[in-house]
């Protein structure tokens, strides 16, 4: 007797109809490369919420609209009143929406750097292929595209609307370059800085909160020095204040180098590369503690 | 067959602690129960094997890799289960199995060919499309597996992979490791601090205790060493009787708790059968004899406790 199909009726048998045994794998296998890659795009995922809960993506796209709206904006006016100059620079725009940034990085680094540490999904990782330092500097290079969206896409807007409104093309292509390069290096700073404090705070709430305080805070104390300083006539105080957060370091240097705001930009060619040096040495001693800290993880 | 795992002199010294004291042993391709307490060095053994952490002294090498300096290689060919909680609660079975195939380097294509061909053997359906958060703690040991399998490893390495199931979900899990083992081909050490378990699925048991190796051997060793067997019958003070019956029959018996048990080391034949005369068939004409009903006989399985009970005394 057997059922339709020829499946023998047989009810004690284990084996049911979808069993079809045991498949070995025989295809090719990536490299640390391949494998670095792939961990870095999951990563950027991520931090959008892709890929994880509903909820999850809530924050980043609000964010992510809340930072392009004034961009669109700005576009909507520059179309109907036919304006012939830009009336926001590509590089100053990070600066008035840098609020937006710093929640965002501070939000989404827990997303890359606390999440496997507080589910214990590390623990995969570490006894896979790839090794700790490699994991660490996929997962930072995911918060950094992640977060360069943040500030390339308005530049990116801004600098279409500028090539179909017959602006100056040389002139804007350079702004938009020099508003480029200053993104990566603002961007490379924050997120090492958000990575790094993500890394060692397990608790997501705590990880938040100290980079929005570290970032926003700090960026706010350098902000008023340089307010004070300004208004004593003593600027040689706020340049020198200016060092001291990337925010602070990224308007001296958009001032310097773009049309940006600072009240004391760094006011000699010496001063406008220790300002670069500094963010990007920010930014390496990040990726080296990062570096550092997901050794000693693997081998805890 | 090549030795799945080959250890000399194998040292951890944590300063405070030595997690692991010389050990020498050799694990054989199968089933490999990894038994010691709490602290015995378990965890520590496969972090060492991972080629995670550096022993203090000795070598070892896995699947014919030297964990010293072939790291990366051992961890592509190996899968690991760990005994605490690891799987994001806001992702998917199904994303995370493909998620970690990449990690050990498949293509996107075939991580998801085997994510869904393991998810189906570890019994995980519908549910599989949910965030694992809501899973039951049967469920997110069967996505725990799914991920250590999902790369075609040659070795797995599964520690305390029943650990809070409930007895049902724990004789699933037992029939997935035996099947892993023994159908899929591919070799498996489990730990365990729950002998009974071990010795149902293992072709082989390793014993350690304090950071050393106290026994390995196969299990079928382990359980004819003491060649007795456990019998339970039922009727009017049913034990007494059979235990005073078995002994006027020249066996070695005693109680323990609602049961009996009986030497069967020792050849049997005082009785009328004569010298040839199997103790099995003793218990059963004796239990006939006395009208009791004969419930339970087989072989007596506590020896691997035993062999643990021993270390427990004064050290």
Redesign the interface.
Known sequence: MSQPGGIPANPNSASVI?DI?????A??????G??AR??VT?GFRNAFGL???G??KILPFVLLAFNLAPALAIAGAIMLANLKEMPIGYARYAATTQVLLGIFVAAQAPVLFS??QR???L?????????APAYAIARWLALLGATLVFLILPIVILYAVALLGEFDLTDETRKAAVAVGLALLLTAAITGIAGLIASVSTRRGFGVMATIAFLLLGDGIVAAIQGISSQEGNERIGEIAGLFSPYSLYRGLVTAWADGSSMTPPNSTAMEWLYAAVLLAIALACVAGLVWRYRKL??K | MDQVVVTEGLTKDYGAVLALDGLTVQVAPGVTGLVGANGAGKSTLIKIL?G???PTAGRARVLGHDIATEG??I??A???L?E????????SAS?FAV??A???????V?ARE?AA?VL??VGLAEERYR?MGGYSTGMKQKAKLA?ALV??PKLVFLDEPTNGLDPAARDEMLGLIRRIGH???ISIIVTSHLLGELERVSDQVVVLDGGRLLRASRTDDFLDATGALLLEVLGDDAQARMLDALTRAGLTAARRGSMLTVDASHPAGVQDGGADADVHDVIRDTAGALGLGLVRLQADHRRIEDVFADTSGPR
């Open positions: 979808h045994g045991y498949r070995p794998y295809g090719p296998r990536h490299g640390e391949a494998i792939a961990l999951t890929g994880r809960s909820r999850s999440r496997d589910h214990g999904t623990a995969l990782y570490l006894a896979r292929p790839l090794p693997a081998t | 991972l995670l952490i550096p990366p290689q961890r592509a190996v899968g690991y760990p605490h909680d690891c799987l994001p609660p806001d992702v994303d998620h970690m990449m990690m050990s380097g498949l293509p996107r075939a085997r061909d189906r053997h965030p991920q790369h075609d159908d899929f081909g």
